[in-house]
């Protein structure tokens, strides 16, 4: 069974780097084919998908975040994580960590995790 778990802090700082990790079991993170993808959901609006990390490390990200948001993996842990720099109040929303066959559709969800910016 695949599971996906976000770990982070909940509280960041305006103009700090927000920093989540995302632990997959039930299958390598290396697996051919698969993509994983954070996305994030802010208050009052729709899903937003942040970015994605291929089975061989290639990174997609969107492209009106692109200049501030770094994607990484760690194959020995079964981990890929994110990093969202100089955040500000907008960044504030609940975030994802999902799995799916390209960077539209999701087979499996992390649960979620709440991250607030504010001083």
């Known amino acids: 069974q695949v599971q996906l778990q976000e770990s982070g802090p909940g509280l960041v700082k305006p103009s700090q780097t927000l920093s989540l990790t995302c632990t997959v079991s039930g299958v390598s993170i290396t697996t051919n084919y698969w993509r994983w993808s954070w996305i994030r959901q802010s208050p009052g609006k729709g899903l937003e998908w942040l970015g994605a990390?291929?089975?061989?490390?290639?990174?997609n990200y969107s492209p009106s975040l692109k200049s501030c948001t770094s994607m990484s993996r760690n194959g020995s842990k079964n981990q890929f994580s994110l990093e969202l720099a100089s955040v500000t109040a907008e960044d504030t929303a609940v975030y994802y960590c999902a799995r799916g066959p390209n960077i539209a559709n999701f087979d499996y969800w992390g649960q979620g995790t709440q991250v607030t910016v504010s001083s």
């Open positions: 990390i291929y089975y061989d490390g290639t990174t």
